[in-house]
């Protein structure tokens, strides 16, 4: 059967600066509204850290404007929130930690990686 696939749409491979800055926008937004409950503030502080780091993922392959400016901008909101991520998987911490300190064996390693995974479509 034909399915037509938006270029907006949550299922497409195609690298979209929109989507990735309106998970941000979400998660910032649920970040803010659970200041008051500490359990809450934790699980949505590491969703933040996730966006954060998919941002700088986007900004470290695609050339953008100040995009030296915005990757700092995204590490300080990083190293703000970076007390309260313990849901964080330190896999993930490891992933920020390479992309940062040596961004250009990341991007290498980071195609090789995209070229054999399998894409998730089930989700």
């Not at 910032?28 to 949505?44: Q, R, T, W």
């Amino acid at each position: 059967y034909l399915y037509y696939e938006r270029e907006e749409s949550s299922s497409t491979r195609i690298h979209n600066k929109k989507k990735v800055i309106d998970s941000l926008k979400v998660a910032e937004y649920i970040f803010e509204g659970s200041k008051n409950n500490k359990h809450l503030n934790v699980i949505a502080a590491g969703k933040l850290f996730y966006a954060l780091t998919n941002l700088y993922r986007h900004y470290l392959f695609f050339a953008v404007p100040d995009q030296k400016f915005m990757m700092r901008l995204l590490y300080s909101k990083l190293k703000e929130i970076y007390p309260l991520c313990s849901n964080v998987r330190l896999k993930y911490k490891m992933n920020f930690w390479f992309m940062r300190t040596a961004p250009n064996i990341y991007k290498y390693l980071y195609r090789v990686y995209d070229s054999l995974r399998k894409p998730n479509w089930d989700v």
